[in-house]
């Protein structure tokens, strides 16, 4: 006769340093799950009680207390369910990255992390201690061995659970979303099944957390591989997980599986997602930013308005003599679409008054960049203006591939708060554009397909100082996420000299990205917390 066990999982969406919030959502979920499901086991991502990633804020003595605080309030509030926490452990001077089941104020075991990622946007080495042995419990006779995060990469620790006499293994994950992520760990969780013949549990956190995103995504394998649950992406989501138990196998009972979302859906939901809490997280009452009639802006807006709904967001035209038409009435229309607040806001007085101040110092020179420049400055002294009186974030609207070349302004349209568009290069942002409107019609279609311009001169088009887009974001891409050299690039079909001049706009504009704001992570390597160049560098690009 076969049995049942019951597994709670909690894919949810917790704050960084904020224990004492924590605390109280994993017990308020505990609760929930007994009144509404009776489950045996409630499972909670990694390190939840502090959020992940924690940082430096581990070095410090006062969440060290509250820490251990809120493992002692769980276990001794959290009754008739097992409960799952990840959780960092302070002991003899080190830390781990660990986990522990408390049932009926007893614990019963606890987990440290055995495998500790240090690339990319990881750096657990600079906090963690490795943990090298396996814990398997107990639920109802039924062995359950862990896993945290990026164990399950790795051979070794789903077989050291088998060997302990594991039935089925559950995995916590503090895993950030990248565009093809899902599709990586659904192969490497299937590989580890492929060795050990167990089902498997894998439970990720959603949320915003700076540059990261998590996106869920949680699911279930059974011991041949086959998924028999999906969580939804991006969505704070609570699921009731059976397993059928005999004596042969411990067999996940059949649930929702959401479809995997494509490129365009995932990005564009991850965008809304770190957003709205960033946004949310700080505690902004809503954001402003400047509305100009381009792409990357137009998306921007309709970002912020899905994140945080239109009556919290501020969009500002800042027109000057380049200013076309065209953009002054798609900007208008825009505004109209998504019914916001709606400035226009001329800077020819502002930019005069400056001209002219400026006129002993320039007299005698020709005009270039320094005018333009300071026509977007005059428009981040503006934006930036509004948002200190009003206490609104300033979003900035700028794009991988600008801010990879240097094609932006400092304390101009570089200035602000948040920069959801940072890791999408101007391919993408046409991408995206065109998917939202498959939504609903909130970006004119002429916005999309016109040349890219700034307008800071008269005529001007971005081709003008770049190589078109479809040559620039692949060499960009090359270079930036698979690390390859010129001749690799060159190779791949593209002309030595473009490669060798947009590789140097790179490396030129390092100390532009140093003061960028920042912004989702939705690539595999962004220019944030994984990408760290030198500001002075003497390389240059010859292959």
């Known amino acids: 006769m076969n049995n049942k066990i019951t597994i709670a999982l909690a894919q949810i969406d917790l704050i960084v340093g904020d224990i004492a919030g924590n605390t109280t959502r994993i017990l308020d979920c505990c609760k929930q799950v007994k009144l509404d499901s009776q489950a045996d086991l409630i499972v909670f991502p990694e390190l939840s009680i502090s959020g ?12 060290k207390r509250r820490v251990a605080e809120a493992i002692e309030i769980i276990r001794m509030q959290v009754s008739d369910i097992a409960v799952l926490i990840g959780f960092p452990e302070y002991a003899e001077n080190v830390i781990y990255n660990s986990c522990v089941v408390f049932e009926n104020t007893k614990e019963i075991i606890r987990y440290r992390k055995h495998v500790l990622p240090n690339y990319s946007v990881f750096d657990e080495k600079r906090y963690f201690e490795a943990g090298n042995k396996a814990a398997v419990f107990k639920i109802k006779g039924t062995k359950i061995g862990i896993n945290i995060c990026e164990d399950i990469w790795y051979s070794d620790p789903a077989k050291l659970a088998k060997a302990a006499g594991a039935e089925l293994i559950i995995v916590i994950n503090g895993s950030p979303y990248e565009k093809d992520g899902q599709l990586r760990r659904e192969l490497i969780v299937r590989k580890r099944i492929s060795e050990v013949s167990l089902p498997v549990v894998y439970l990720n956190m959603v949320g915003g957390q700076d540059e990261l995103i998590f996106d869920g995504t949680s699911f279930v394998m059974n011991s041949r591989g086959e998924i028999t649950y999906r969580a939804p992406s991006f969505e704070e989501k609570i699921e009731i997980i059976e397993f059928n138990v005999s004596a042969k196998e411990k067999e996940p009972l059949s649930a929702n599986v959401t479809p995997r979302l494509n490129d365009e859906e995932s990005v564009y939901k991850a965008l809304v997602k770190g957003t709205r809490d960033y946004i949310n997280k700080h ?45 002054l009435e798609d900007a208008e229309l825009q505004s109209s679409i998504l019914n916001i607040q709606y400035d226009i806001l001329p800077i020819e007085t502002l930019y005069d008054a400056s001209m002219e101040l400026l006129k002993p110092i320039f007299d005698g020179k020709n005009v270039d960049t320094t005018e333009e420049n300071i026509q977007s400055r005059a428009r981040g002294i503006l934006l930036m203006a509004i948002s200190n009186k009003t206490g609104l974030m300033l979003l900035t609207t700028g794009n991988k591939s600008e801010m990879a070349v240097g094609y932006a302004t400092l304390y101009g349209d570089m200035a602000g708060g948040f920069a959801p568009l940072k890791d999408c290069t101007k391919t993408m942002v046409k991408r995206l554009a065109n998917y939202r409107n498959t939504i609903s019609e909130v970006i004119p279609s002429r916005v999309i397909e016109r040349e890219p311009s700034a307008e800071l001169r008269e005529n001007q088009q971005d081709s003008d100082s770049l190589p078109p887009y479809d040559i620039l974001d692949p060499i960009l891409e090359a270079f930036i996420e698979e690390d390859l050299s010129v001749i690799e690039i060159v190779d791949k079909g593209y002309d030595r000299e473009t490669v060798i001049n947009i590789l140097e706009m790179v490396k030129r504009n390092e100390y532009k990205r140093r003061q960028a704001p920042p912004g989702i992570r939705i690539s595999n390597r962004a220019f944030g917390r994984d990408w760290r160049y030198p500001i002075t560098s003497g390389y240059n690009f010859p292959d």
Do not use: Q, W
Not at 53 to 63: A, W, Y
Not at 293 to 307: F, N, R
């Open 283 to 327: 505690k902004f009452p809503g954001v402003v930013l400047g509305l100009s009639g381009g792409i990357d802006s137009a998306l921007t807006l309709a970002i912020a308005c899905d994140a945080i709904g239109n009556e919290n967001v501020r969009a500002v035209m800042m027109p000057y003599t380049y200013t076309s038409a065209m953009s």
């Open 52 to 63: 992940y990633p924690p940082e430096d804020l581990l070095l410090h003595s006062g969440l």
